[in-house]
């Protein structure tokens, strides 16, 4: 399920205890990241027993049920386990020991806390000790476990990230200071809908994005009718020759990835005090699934790919991300993004940073209106497919003249599209 996957969560058992299975049948449904997987049974038997719930984080390598291949059937529910002893026996016994979880000193509630769960495990601890992280930094951490609990990947996750809480100091009882006014709000009253765990992925990942980066926008519009022309000229004939589809999106990774050759700082993320300028090009699509919510599978070596290539892969993401079949893989490793507001209607937006990334780029609906040319003749009114991008940066490492000439280079590479190119 991803190299990098280190635990999951059990959506839902699709087989009781008990029940008889085939080879091949989907036995549970696994959610890693952002990516649901479905589990099949390595052959066929009966369901033994489930050692995990649904919404269970379960560790990479860890049993969650006991099955019993057919040939082996028994009538009873628990498996014959034979027990025996070796002499490593009761030092495996002390290994395998649980601790008791710890609980944080209580602190004065006047700092800022993330996650409101204030009893940590042993591994969560010795990290913590490890990196000299306190009990008041550990209750800044986003916590993603069951019921709010604070796992390993979200420290590890918070260290990469460069500690932002690290040197957070509690807030002072100065009288002059401001405070955040206690108001309680009429939410009003409605059908409740609670959010799943993937839109709750995706609000933790924005506010965390808006929190990090202090965003800027910029904005250019361009003329895509070379380019619209082309594409509608051309799109029957590069179906027929290389059995792809030819959306605009291939034509518009294109041209960004050779924008970022040009501008390589604008292909960065942020490490601490450090700036890592990435070698690879890896043009994230951000891409609503039909459930609503919003994933980023990833086109990996953008720029070394021809136009034909280009479209494959990007028929191939969109094609699984409607089918829910996106593979851990395909959605890691962007070191850019793009997101086409343009496909929803809207004019433009003012996307939220990917993180690790610096910069995401939105593009608006293609739209014909009048504009004035310049021609041989002299200025003229011609209708023109017009388009508005807008690139979010992170100003912390991209300042405005990267941003506006990096943005300004995408829309130059719209506008002066081959219209004479051989498919």
């Known amino acids: 399920m991803g190299e990098s996957i280190t635990e999951g969560t059990i959506i839902n058992w699709l087989v009781d205890e008990g029940d008889t299975f085939n080879e091949g049948d989907i036995i549970l449904e696994v959610a890693t990241d952002k990516v649901d997987n479905e589990v099949p049974a390595p052959s066929s038997g ?12 379960v560790p990479v390598g860890e049993v969650i049920a006991l099955l019993e291949v057919s040939g082996e059937v028994s009538s009873k529910k628990e498996p014959k386990v034979e027990k025996v002893d070796t002499p490593n026996s009761e030092k495996k016994k002390e290994k395998t020991k649980r601790v008791k979880p710890v609980q944080a000193p209580v602190q004065s509630n006047n700092f800022s806390v993330s996650n409101s769960n204030t009893f940590f ?44 809480y690290k040197f957070a100091q509690p807030v002072t009882q100065d009288p002059t200071a401001y405070r955040i006014p206690q108001l309680t ?4 009253k409605g059908k409740i809908i609670e959010m799943d765990r993937m839109r709750q992925m995706i609000a933790d990942h924005m506010v965390y994005s808006k929190h990090t980066s202090p965003h ?61 300028v990435k070698d690879d090009i890896n043009i994230g699509m951000a891409t609503a699934l039909p459930s609503g919510n919003l994933i980023v599978p990833v086109v990996k070596n953008a720029d070394a790919k021809d136009l034909k290539t280009l479209a494959a892969d990007v028929n191939d993401l969109a094609a699984k991300a409607r089918e829910n079949k996106l593979a851990g893989d395909d959605i890691k490793g962007s070191t850019f993004t793009i997101s086409n507001v343009g496909t929803f209607g809207s004019v433009m937006g003012t996307p939220i940073i990917n993180q690790p990334e610096v910069a995401i780029l939105a593009l ?14 002299g200025d003229e009114i011609a209708i023109r497919s017009m388009m508005y991008l807008s690139l979010s940066f992170d100003h912390r490492v991209v300042d405005g003249f990267l941003g506006g000439s990096f943005v300004r280079r995408v829309a130059d590479y719209f506008e002066q599209f081959d219209i004479n190119r051989v498919i």
């Open 46 to 57: 009966t369901m033994i027993q489930t050692l995990f719930k649904a919404k269970d984080v």
């Open 121 to 164: 495990s042993p591994l969560v601890l010795e990290i913590a000790k490890a990196e000299h992280i306190s009990f008041e930094e550990l209750a800044r951490i986003p916590a993603t476990g069951n019921e709010g609990r604070l796992r390993k990947s979200d420290v590890f996750q918070y260290i990469e990230d460069g500690r932002p």
């Open 185 to 188: 709000f009429d939410k009003g």
């Open 216 to 276: 800027v926008t910029a904005y250019v519009e361009a003329d895509l009718t070379n380019m619209v022309q082309w594409r509608n000229a051309n799109k029957k004939a590069f179906q027929d020759k290389y059995g792809e589809r030819l959306t605009f999106t291939p034509l518009f990774v294109e041209a960004v990835a050779k924008a970022v050759k040009d501008f390589p700082n604008i292909n960065a993320s942020v490490d601490g005090t450090n700036i890592i």
């Open 364 to 377: 608006g609906i293609i739209k014909k209106r009048p504009e004035v040319i310049e021609t041989e003749h």
